[in-house]
Each structure stands twice: as C-alpha cells, then as structure tokens.
C-alpha cells in the first residue's frame, strides 16, 4: 500500500536542511560530561517552553533558534497565539531540541507482521527495513520508501479481505503474497507481483483490481516511476476499480517523488512540475474528494520545491495572522527550513558557499524583522531603528533598542518608548535588560541603578530565570558595596545540564540533586571573576563572613580567601579566614591550628601547603558554577585538584560568550563593581602575584623542597614532599611540573629514603 | 630509581581472554590502506568530490542509532554524500541513548545493534567500520559486550574502529583488551582534564592505551600541534567541507 501521508520523509529529500536539527550530532563536546548550572540559556529560551509560547518571552536573544523568533514575533506584534498554535510550535521546538526521529515506520511494520498472522497457512513473513539504499553515484545514501500509513492501509486493506472472503481463503492467500512481494521492494531490488491473469483464473473481481493496484505499488517503491505513473493513470480511468479515487493522487505522487530523487535538483523540476499540475487536477476532480487532503499536502511539497521563495511569503503570512494557519507546525517547520536553504549555515570559513540570497527576500514584516533581529551589523541597527521610526510597533521597539549604544543619539528616544512599555508585555524583560544597558553605556549609572532595583523590587516574580539573571548581573556591576554586590552576585541558576550535545537540555531533577544537595544559590561567571580577579583578599573574606551569602558559598569564599591570603603573605585576613574555616570544615581544624601557631613567614607557607596538599579541593578561587564536588579531602576522579594559576571558567553563564579557541570558554571583558574601583590597583597586584607562583603542584613542589631542605628534621617534611609528587599527577600541570615533581621525588628518595612516604612514591610525573 | 610516568598506577582492567581479541597494536590491513586523512563526514549534505582519494579518505555516518527502552532505532543516512570514483570510505555508526526512555541495555538489544552495526559492512567498498559510541561509565559494560558481539559477526578483512574520548586512552583505560582495531582519541570538545591532556600530548607524551596509538580525532575549529604525522588522522568539521579546508589539513599532515 502507498502512504496517504508522504510529507516529512520527501521534505527530507526536498530542502536542504540546517544542521541545527538534524541528527544525530557530533559537534558537541565529547565528555566526559559534568552536570553544569545554566544561569542564562543561550540556545532557547527558558523552560518549560510552554511559557514562552504563552508570552513570558524573557529577554529575546539573536542566537535563539528561528521558531522561537516567529512566536515572539507574534507575540511582540499583539497577536498572542491561540492554545492549538502554541502547542504546535511547542511540539516543533520538543521534535527538534530533542531530535525526535520522524516517522515511526518500526511499529507500523510491526503492526503489519502482526496481521498478516491471522492469514493461516503462510510462511513466515520476512524482514521489511523501510529504508531503501539509492543507487550509485548516491550508494552511501537512502530514503524511507515504505512509509508508516503504507503498513497501515495494507492492514485496513486485509482487514477488509478477510471480512470479505475469509482468513483462510485462496483470495486473501493470493492477496497477502502479492503485498508480500509489494514490500519486498521497500529496502532493495525490483520484485513485482504477477498479474492476476498470470496467477489464476479464479480471482474475484476485486482480488484482480487490488492486484493491478498492488503491481503499480510495487514499481512505485521499485522506483520505476514512470511505469507506476502510467499504470496509476490506467487504474484511474477504470471505473471498476476500488483504488479509482486516489488513484491520480498517487500518479502525481510517483512524479514528485522521481522529482525529489533526482541526481540534480534541476533535473528534477520538469517531474515536480508534472506533480504540481496532476494535484491541482486533483483537487478540482470532485470524484476525487477522498485523496484532497493529501493532495493538498504534496502540492505544498511540490510548491516548497518548485516555487521556494514565494512558499516562504506565503507561509510568512498565514504564521502571523491568528488561526490562519491549517498547520502550524508544519508551516512552522516549513517556513524555518526555507529559511536555512536561502540562508546557509553560520560558518566562520570564508570559503563556505552560501546561497544566493534573494533580493525580495525581506518582503514580508515577519521574515524582515526575523532576519534583521538575528543580524549583529550596524547596517540591522540602523534598519531597526528605521523601521520603528515608520510604524512604532513593539517588534521593532526591540529590535532596535537590542541593538542601539547607550552613547548614540537614539538612545533617549528609544529609553523615553521603552518607559512607556507595560510590565505585563511580552516585550517587558527585553526592554528593561535593553534600557539598563543604554543607561550604563550612557555613564547614568545612577539612573540604571534605580531602574533596576525597581524591577527587581516590582517585576522579579514575572521574570525568567533566565532575565533575572541578566538583570542581576547588570545590578552586580553597578554595586556600591559589598553587601549590594554579594545580593546580585549569587544567583538562581535557570537550569541544569550536562549539556553533552550543547542543547542546554535540562537534566533529570534527581541527578541535579545529587549533585548540588542542598545548594541553590550559586555564583555565574561574572561573579566568579569578580572575586578572583578584581577583589583583593581582604575585601573576599570580609564576604566570607557575609550572612547575605548562602552557606555554600560562605564556604567557598572562605576557603578562597585564605589560600590566597597564604600565598601572598596577607596574614591578619589569612588568620580571620582559618578561623572561620574552622568552624565550617572541621576535618581542616588540626592544619588549620598549626598555621595559626607558626611563628615564621617560611613556617605559615609551608602549614598552609600542606594543608593545601592533604586537601586537595583547597584553591584560592571561588567556583563558578557548581564548582568541584568531590569531598574537599578527596582526590577527584577527573583532575579538579590542586588548581591552575588561572583561574577555571565554565563556557556558559552570562560572563562568557561561549567557545573560543579549542573549546575553551570566551570570555566578555570583565566589568569592575563600581565598590571595587578605588582597591583595583590591589587586587591586579594581589592577582598577579597568584600568577607568579605558577600552578599549585610546581608551588607545593618548591615549598616542600625548601621545607625539607631547612626542616629535615619536621616529620611533616617527607609527607609534603610525597604529596607534592601525588599533586603532579593528580592536579593541573604545564611545562615545568616534570623537573619539579623529580626535584621532590629524588629529594624525598635521598633525604627520607626508609620512610613510608618514600616507599609510597613509586614514580615522578610530567 | 624512578620512572616519568603518564597516569601509572591507574587502575587497568584486567584483560579478558576472548577468542576474538586481537593484538591492539596490530592494525588490520583494510585500515593501513586508509590515507592518512580521513574526513568525517557527518548527517548533513556533504559534497566532496573534490578530493584527492590517495590522500584523504572519507568516514562518512551510515547508521544512526538510538536505543530507546528495549528497542533499537535505526536511521541509515538519508543526507546526500557526493564522493570521487575511487574513494575510500569508512563506514561510522553513531550510537545515541533516548534520554526519555532510558534504555534497558539488555542483551537482545545489544544483539539488534551488533546486527545493525555490523550490516554496515555490506555497503559498496566499506572494509572498514567505526562505531561512535560516548558510553558513560555505567553503559560501559554493555558497550565492551556490544563490541566483541559486533567484532564477531563481522569477517576478518573488515577493520573495527571506535571513537574514544581521550580519557578512555590516558587514565581511564579501558579499552586496551577490545577486540578492536584502533580507538580514535577525540581531542576536540574535551570536557574534564581535556586540556592538561592536551598540553602532555603538546610536550610529547603519547596514550597508555596502544589502541590509541593509530590515529587522533580533531575538529576544524580546534586546531592541534605536535600531532605525530604518522598516525591517520580523522578530522571533523562543524562547517561544510571545502576545497580550502581540505587542502590546508592535507598539508599540515606533510
């Protein structure tokens, strides 16, 4: 049996499709993978998506997927989507994020093996791969030949057989061997059923019009199209035929699929014109009403193909009317995909061919305003900008307030329109982040304070995770005191993921809990760095003993501030911190204690060394993110010990501009708390001179060294050496671990060589 | 006296007698043919008819996987893939998990996958198949069975080749006693240690694993130095392939 419902199987063949959605993905990270907190999605909006649909837009963002675009579109635009559309596009954006596989051609198959079982007497059935491999110069690719409704409509068919002659009837044998022979063709070969003349001469009048039907089928999954248009064509002029209805709708359906198979796309066209003419026939054929509905389907496939840029017009303009659209997911899908054939893929190779873009491209406001938002030129700028001065609707609002400097001279009329916007438009969180940024760029930091902490104060239940971040990090940056800093500096993340596939898919609630316990604030990037690169030591654990900081990242901060404050040599805020430490991580009491007793500079370095090195999740940085989450004591499985001399950075958050060269993140320039301006000069010294000292095993190296060098006499001498040696496997390296990870070892071995620590240092490590 | 080590100590598994292993520092002869680069060449259209098939081999996605509860999804490639005449070609299956409905990782729809993995090795001019597989720690064991059950159903004159992330080939080896050909190290995307990884192999330190030791796994936009010439190299690329492209991968590898 052929398919009434041929569609997203021929799209596939049809349009070139953007590598955003297809399957399965290889361009993500390759692991391991590590549950990481989302403060700000990038790829989409917030979940559940549902809400967005419904108009909680949050801050709309260029590099969002162009689905999300059309719905806040025509949200922005006053034309709310209806319940169905929201869940058609939904379902558009589920498909898609979760690469949902098309068709569910294995249970039809199935469902079919399964009925022909009530045939007794029939041998087992073979394999049926709906998937038929093309033929040379195409022999790597394939396409689905038997489509589900295929299997379905032959179970209806043999279901009405069976009613009609009985399961055990020559009829229904002769017929089921023929469907056999029918799907025989789905995966490889040329296997048509002989005529009914050729079998017997006892087949009933119907039996012979399924068989003449069942041979036309055959050549159609053979790929013999022209020989199945023609006997289609013959089985629509037989007024005895059962299949005489659809009959022509199948003709034109062999013509679009010879078409979409071609070599070439243009050697395809005349065939696809065929199919355009033969379904318009079809739909004016009052006798053929049963197949219009699909009919109308492949015409649009047909169009899609043969007419690309006017399909687009035209779907552009039943997506932004309300209701107007019979199939909103489809023409979602549709309208997107076109997109990407005129558009290419994003490539930051020079030679990559992009298409041609056609000049009427922008001629509809939808795609105009879609294009334009998701271009960072000055030349889109300037085009929103325009276009909001001409007719002041919400999306161009947006769109140019994204994209306006706070020092151009629109900015005062785009921040006088933007006060006017309401706090329950779907445009409000882009507006509010939007007109932040102008006030700061504009050096009103005062008034951008106010604006801030008024929405904050007002709108904070209304705003995404997602905007709510943003704005956060906006107030961060204009923070006069620490107690200001720490309120927008610790944040809510709006997800978890591990992000395997770089799809921000959220990850299961239990795994997450695993993971972070009972944590739920947490610091993103910016914030990070604030502490790490623009705070000196002082000003860190006058945060650590912070009641405005949850208790997770008191920990964290306190346990940064004296590490740092160590290996600088800031004593008085080192001994505030250990005394702090103590209280919150008992098992460090006993090392911490004896820093405090040292009465030497040389003897403070080394106790805070080795309690360094017997805890290996010590740093002198606060984590972005969830941070290491092996026990501080422990050594973690995948390296996350003994730190690097810069400080880490996860890719995502709203400090980072995702990947830069080799993975690693990019980051934004880092923007200085106003409250942190006058100690600048302090923290970039205190920084560099943490840089200085080189990554912590080549540090622990050299103490120890040193150490046992004066102190051999200090039973901690040969434990500190064996640990710095454990620390240059273990924890983060660069070119000059190898000498001193083999200066402790041959030390250790020379000066300790019958202790227990020598023994257990069995090698030295580069 | 001591020893410079990468990562000694760390726990190996025991090898497991099986009468399919191999000798992974022995490469089958189908893979030895290979050219030194080959171009991965992944569900999207692809068009390289353009290259020089004695130097640049293409690893072209044949099969998509997905295991979903019990069962088994197959997609083979429904993307074009315009290739030269005499091309060498490699057949890769990539092996996803449903996130919705975990799989039961159980024996038959190990069995189904070895099938579908292994019927690769029908397609025109393939001898040589690589399976595309990031098993986390607790999918591991089936994937160790999955590989020996795929190693056994395909002939001998058919090569078997897996991607590895690069800690599977330093300290979280595993993969040393498959019954494999190589494991394709994947220095791109490297989450965790990558970079400290990274820079060792940068400072000439090469995997524990002698699987590893055949070939590395690059990415375009990732670009590596100190990569020995003389292993194949597989290089993806999240752009369209072009001549360009080719030709400056090609000449970093003389």
Sequence with gaps: ?766 | MGASVIGAGVTFRPGRARSVRRNPKAISPGLERMPRVMLWAWERPTDLRFINPNETGVAFLARSIRLSSDEVEVRPRLQSLDLPDAAMVMAVARVEMDAVNKPALSARQREKLAEAIADMAKLPNVSNIQIDFDATQSERAFYRDLIVDVRRRLPDTVSLSITALASWCTFDDWISDLPIDEAVPMLFRMAGDGKQIARRLDAGDDFLSPACRHSYGVSTDEPRSSLATTRRLYVFNPDQWTESSVHKIVESRK
């Design chain 1, 1 to 766: 049996m052929i398919p009434g419902n041929p569609y997203k199987a021929i799209i596939a063949l049809a349009l070139v499709l953007s590598v955003s959605f297809i399957l399965p993905r290889r361009t993500q990270a390759c692991g391991p993978f590590f549950t990481e907190a989302i403060f700000v999605y990038s790829k989409h909006p917030d979940f559940p998506l549902e809400n967005f649909a419904a108009g909680k837009l949050g801050v709309i963002t260029p590099n969002w997927a162009r689905s999300y675009l059309v719905a806040a579109y025509r949200n922005l635009a006053g034309i709310p989507l209806s319940e169905n559309e929201a869940k058609a596009i939904k379902s558009v954006w589920d498909d898609r994020l979760h690469n949902a596989w098309e068709s569910n051609d294995e249970q039809a198959i199935k469902k079919w093996t399964e009925a022909r079982k009530q045939v007794p007497g029939l041998a087992a059935a073979t394999t049926i791969n709906a998937y038929r491999n093309r033929e040379k110069p195409h022999e790597y690719e394939s396409f689905l030949n038997c489509q589900p409704d295929a299997f379905d409509n032959a179970e209806a068919t043999l279901d009405a057989r069976i009613k009609e002659f009985g399961a055990d009837s020559q009829a229904v044998r002769s017929w089921v061997g023929a469907q056999d022979t029918v799907f025989a063709n789905c995966s490889e070969g040329q296997h048509i059923p002989v005529s009914a003349a050729s079998e017997t001469q006892d087949l009933p009048p119907l039996l012979r019009a399924d068989r003449t039907y069942q041979i036309a089928a055959a050549n159609f999954y053979a790929t013999n199209f022209d020989e199945a248009t023609k006997l289609f064509d013959s089985i629509a002029q037989d007024k005895s035929s059962p299949w005489r209805g659809k009959a022509a709708y199948l003709a034109a359906r062999a013509m679009l699929r010879k078409g979409s198979l071609a070599d070439k796309e243009d050697d395809g066209r005349p065939a696809l014109a065929d199919a355009e003419t033969r379904l318009n026939a079809v739909l004016k054929d009052k006798l053929a009403t049963a197949a219009h509905e699909a009919a109308a389907r492949l015409l649009n496939l047909a169009r899609l193909r043969l007419h690309p840029e006017e399909k687009l017009h035209e779907i552009a303009h039943l997506l932004v009317k309300k209701e107007a659209s019979p199939n909103f997911k489809q023409d979602v899908w549709d309208y997107t995909v076109l997109l990407d054939k005129f558009l290419g893929e994003d490539s930051e190779d020079e030679q990559t061919k992009k298409p041609q873009r056609p000049s009427g491209l922008t001629s509809d406001d939808l795609t105009d305003w879609v294009l334009t938002f998701e271009d960072s030129s000055t030349a889109a700028a300037a085009h929103s900008l325009d276009r909001w001065k001409k007719n002041k609707s919400l999306p161009w609002m947006v769109s140019a307030i994204s994209k306006a400097s706070g020092i151009s001279p629109e900015a005062r009329e785009l921040l006088s329109a933007a006060a006017s916007v309401d706090h329950s438009s779907p445009a409000f969180a882009s507006v509010a982040y939007h007109s932040a940024r102008l006030l700061i760029e504009g050096n009103r930091a005062r008034d951008a304070r106010t604006m801030l902490d008024k929405t904050l104060a007002v709108d904070r239940q209304n705003l995404s995770p997602s905007a709510l971040n943003l704005l956060l990090a906006q107030r961060m940056t204009l923070a006069q005191n620490l107690d200001e800093f720490l309120h927008s500096a610790q944040r809510v993340p709006a997800g978890f993921s591990d992000d395997s596939d770089g799809r921000e898919i959220p990850e299961e609630e239990t795994s997450t809990k695993e993971t972070i316990k009972d944590a739920r604030l947490f610091f993103d990037v910016d914030a990070a760095n604030a502490f790490n690169k623009s705070m000196p030591a002082s000003i860190i654990e006058e945060a650590a003993n912070s009641k405005a900081l949850a208790p997770n990242l008191r920990r964290d901060v306190a346990q940064a501030a004296f590490v740092r404050a160590t290996m600088i040599d800031d004593r008085v805020t080192a001994n505030q911190a250990a005394v702090f430490l103590q209280g919150v991580y008992p098992q460090l009491k006993e090392f911490l204690t004896a820093y405090l007793k040292a009465t030497t500079p040389e003897a403070r370095r080394f106790a805070a060394v080795f309690v360094s090195l017997k805890f290996p999740g010590l740093r002198p940085y606060v984590s972005a993110g969830i941070g290491r989450t092996t026990a501080l004591e422990e050594i973690d499985s995948y390296r996350d010990n003994y730190w690097c001399a810069e400080p880490p950075t996860p890719v995502s958050g709203s400090g980072a501009q995702g990947e830069g060269e080799e993975g690693q993140p990019k980051l934004k320039p880092l923007r200085v708390p106003e409250f942190l301006q006058p100690t600048q000069s302090l923290a970039a010294t205190q920084f560099a001179a943490l840089q200085a000292l080189g990554t912590a095993p080549n540090y622990f190296c050299r103490l120890a060294i040193a150490w046992a060098e004066k102190n051999p006499a200090d039973p901690r001498a040969p434990e500190a050496l064996h640990l710095a040696v454990r620390s240059t496997r273990y924890g983060c390296t660069d070119d000059q671990t190898g000498r001193w990870s083999k200066a402790a070892y041959d030390l250790l071995h020379k000066q300790y060589p019958n202790t227990t620590w020598a023994k257990a240092t069995k090698y030295w490590f580069k």
